[in-house]
């Protein structure tokens, strides 16, 4: 049964609920707590889609994502990206002039920095910016400003004073689509190829890493993204999450694909979906 719900972690206006918003505007955006939270939502039927962020520009990974995706029951249906953009909110009939403070997540504040010297603005770090959006609806503080998505300020009733404060165009979040089901979608029904992602870990023997990776050279398939982490707070239990150009139902990536489980212990598909026009 179809709840036409998609959940995000955080508050509205979210850089989160401005993902929901582009990939999929059809749906009703879902806040959660937590991106456990958003996870259990969606298994539990209480939305069709989650929507995760996985990694950023600026930043690198999501911390905490990698670990999450293999074990949430859920496969990645699709991508979107957000290009970071911060603008200073305010109450109605407050000038920039009238700031001394801004609230923001913690990430926000150093991306921003050489506009808050400029302004003379203190900044003070959030649990979530577009919470401390809709906290500064509430309580109108003087003096008091946001850092946030200018979504945020049109949902809260905040005005948007400025926009794009930070101090480097190119800061962009890329977000993965989660669902309880596979995608069905085939190379053929996506002009800009597939991307396959999974995850594994490699035998215990010598060179594995390397021998592993040989099948995706030999066989012409482009790997993306390799990246380690370390599990069960082991420093020799290692998992690797990938992405490949590709379907799995490819011959070369069948191939690829199949040397690979000859040198792991550990292959999990997390999904394969359709690239996205910003990745290129």
Do not use: W
Not at 41 to 56: K, Q, S, W
Not at 91 to 104: E, F, Q
Not at 115 to 121: G, Q, S, V
Not at 231 to 242: E, P, Q
């Amino acid at each position: 049964m179809k709840t036409g719900k998609i959940a995000f972690q955080g508050a509205l206006g979210a850089y989160s609920h401005e993902a929901c918003v582009n990939a999929r505007p059809n749906l009703e955006p879902l806040p959660c707590q937590t991106f456990e939270d958003v996870i259990d939502t969606v298994n539990a039927g209480e939305a069709d889609l989650g929507m995760l962020p996985i990694d950023n520009s600026t930043y690198g990974r999501v911390a905490d994502m990698h670990r999450l995706l293999p074990d949430s029951g859920l496969r990645i249906v699709d991508e979107t990206f957000v290009r970071v953009r911060i603008s200073l909110l305010a109450p109605k009939g407050v000038d920039i002039s009238d700031i001394h403070t801004v609230r923001a997540h913690l990430v926000l504040l150093p991306q921003s920095a050489a506009f808050l010297k400029a302004h003379n603005i203190n900044g003070i770090a959030a649990v979530d910016s577009a919470g401390a959006a809709e906290a500064l609806a509430q309580d109108l503080t003087p003096g008091e400003g946001v850092l946030a998505s200018s979504l945020a300020g049109h949902i809260h009733g905040l005005n948007v004073l400025v926009e794009g404060v930070e101090d480097h165009g190119h800061n962009t979040t890329r977000f993965v689509v989660m669902g309880r089901e596979d995608n069905p979608s085939t190379a053929s029904d996506a002009g800009l190829g597939m991307v396959t992602s999974f995850v594994f870990r490699v035998r215990n023997i010598p060179a594995a890493l390397y021998k592993a990776m040989g099948g995706f050279a030999t066989n012409g398939v482009n790997m993306t993204k390799l990246e380690s982490y370390m599990v069960d707070g082991s420093f020799m239990a290692t998992r690797f999450y990938a992405e490949i150009e590709g379907h799995p139902d490819d011959p070369a990536v069948a191939r690829a694909m199949e040397e690979l489980r000859y040198f792991t212990s550990e292959l999990v598909v997390l999904g394969c979906y359709a690239a996205a026009q910003k990745r290129h």
